[in-house]
């Protein structure tokens, strides 16, 4: 018997993610989980701290500014969660800050701790991969549970119900 009682879907907004929220929706009905859709927003102070290094002159207002940019991206990410599925699922959105949004997917995995996680790629390859590496790929290897990765557009599992 496979128990699953929590679901992560980590999203960047992308068509991949929203298969993966897709995906992510139905095994929660399946198997009675709780679905936690999760968003990592760049840290900007800590961004902001190793490109002005030694650069003298004004200094934004960085965390203001961090405060907007996940307030904006928490009711963003909220918009994608059906009222149904809030109440049904349980289901909620989760904003996260990091400069490395793969470590700050399994941190949130490993604390909750997560049964599933379920995440979008986007396919890349050669020298975009190469410089950038992927998200994904950085999870699967270091997942403390099973991780499904969705590409878009994929071959559809999930079929519309017959209703």
Excluded: W
């Amino acid at each position: 018997m496979i128990k699953i009682d929590n679901i992560l879907v980590a999203t960047d907004f992308s068509e991949a993610s929203e298969a993966a929220l897709l995906y992510g929706t139905h095994f929660a009905r399946a198997y009675g989980a709780m679905l936690h859709l999760l968003h990592v927003v760049d840290d900007m102070a800590a961004a902001a701290m190793t490109t002005t290094e030694g650069i003298a002159g004004p200094v934004t207002d960085v965390a203001q500014l961090q405060l907007d940019l996940e307030r904006v991206t928490q009711i963003k990410l909220d918009a994608l969660l059906a009222r149904e599925d809030r109440s049904t699922l349980r289901a909620h959105a989760v904003v996260v800050s990091s400069t490395t949004p793969a470590r700050a997917i399994l941190t949130y995995a490993t604390e909750l701790p997560v049964d599933l996680i379920i995440v979008g790629t986007q396919g890349r390859s050669g020298l975009a991969h190469f410089f950038m590496g992927s998200v994904a790929e950085h999870v699967v290897r270091a997942a403390p549970c099973p991780v499904l990765t969705v590409r878009h557009p994929e071959r559809e599992f999930v079929v519309p119900d017959k209703s």
